[in-house]
């Protein structure tokens, strides 16, 4: 009995030849219902004279056929396990593969310098509405309806009352309604104005400034924009400050940087004079003041505010403004 099932599980074994296939063998011969089971069982059924022997036999044989089926088992898994070694082998000196990444525009750049050197010197941030009502873009900051200071900007109105702000000095009369002095932030953000070519584009950016306090005079004004600028642009940068003219600042100011197209030789960019205009500021107003009811005899303060388009075209030699709405990649991927 034992000798004609070996001789079928040898055959049958040698048309085994994977993992599966002597599972399926596990199973037809060791199993709960497989044929050495089966035949143990019909031991019984023998003359005691007769089993003994063919007991121990069989016993033989499942020993045999257990050890055979886990040799040959370890052997395939062992096949299947290098095949996929070789198959699957990682090529460590293979160049990775570029993976396209965003980043940040040039303008969003130069506004977060900006603000981290600000904040360095104390000053937090506030943010104002884009769509503004003409009392806080005007009124407020003492520019009447027929103050000729309205034609210096080019407004995009969206009714009698509502425009889209022409700057961001109406978050100043908003910051200051909602607080009391002392006061140190500023304000960056969107503005437009109905204006385009080389120099102008109808929306731009500002960062705004304002300190308020007592005691605050013009010499605070100067330090702070004298060490934002050396920041900015290299301590090496010249400054100067010229009188001018702002409805909400009195005195008033400009100030210019040092060419630094031409290092003050005269250009085409500095119209020859060795000097850049870079921003605007003064001393708050006393009717400003009034109109966000701080007592001007107690308080003072400064104010400023600069284009944030024409400091980044200057920090990096840029000629056309317009170069920074085109989204052309081969221009934003410089920075
Ligand atoms: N708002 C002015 C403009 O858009 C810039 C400016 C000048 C802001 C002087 C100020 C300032 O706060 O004091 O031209």
């Known amino acids: 009995m034992s000798s004609s099932l070996k001789e079928l599980f040898s055959e049958e074994l040698k048309s085994a030849n994977d993992v599966e296939s002597i599972n399926i063998l596990r199973v037809k011969y060791l199993g709960r ?41 370890l052997l395939f ?12 082998s990682l090529d460590i000196t293979v160049c990775g593969k570029y993976i396209a990444s965003g980043k940040t525009h040039p303008i969003n750049q130069v506004l977060s310098e900006i603000i981290d050197i600000f904040e360095v010197m104390g000053f937090e941030v506030e943010e104002g509405p884009e769509v503004e009502t003409d009392y806080y873009n005007f009124e407020a900051l003492n ?32 910051t200051m309604e909602k607080n009391r002095p002392p ?9 437009y104005r109905c204006d385009s070519d ?44 010229r009188p001018s003219f702002f409805p909400f600042t009195e005195p008033s100011v400009e100030v210019d940087i040092s060419c630094i197209i031409c290092e003050s030789k005269g250009c085409r960019i500095c119209k020859e004079t060795g000097w850049l205009e870079v921003l605007g500021a003064g001393m708050v107003h006393p009717k400003v003041f009034e109109n966000v009811s701080y007592d001007s005899t107690i308080y003072t303060g400064f104010a400023f505010g600069m284009g944030v388009e024409r400091l ?13 709405f085109e989204n052309d990649l081969r221009f934003l991927r410089q920075f």
Do not use: C, W
């Not at 069982?41 to 069989?58: F, H, I, T, V």
């Not at 096949?79 to 070789?86: D, G, I, N």
């Open 77 to 88: 898994s062992q096949k299947v396990l290098e095949s996929r070694l070789s198959r699957e």
């Open 312 to 324: 980044t075209m200057l920090k990096y030699s840029i000629n056309d403004i317009r170069l920074f």
């Open 198 to 241: 080389v120099s102008h584009t109808p929306m731009f950016h500002q960062v705004e400034g304002l300190m308020v306090d007592t005691n605050i005079n013009f010499g605070h004004l100067k330090g702070v924009i004298e060490t934002f600028l050396k920041e900015f642009f290299g301590q090496k940068v010249g400054i100067r400050f």
């Open 143 to 174: 520019i009447p309806k027929d103050h000729p200071a309205r034609d210096m900007q080019d407004t995009f109105y969206i009714s009698d009352d509502i425009v889209l702000r022409t700057q961001t000095s109406p978050v100043q009369i908003r």
């Open 33 to 73: 219902k497989g044929l050495i089971t089966e035949s143990l069982k019909s031991l019984a059924s023998l003359s005691l004279n007769e089993r003994p022997k063919a007991g121990k036999a069989l016993n033989e044989l499942k020993v045999f056929i257990e050890e055979t089926l886990r040799d040959k088992e």
């Open 183 to 191: 006061l140190r932030f500023i304000s960056p953000g969107k503005v």
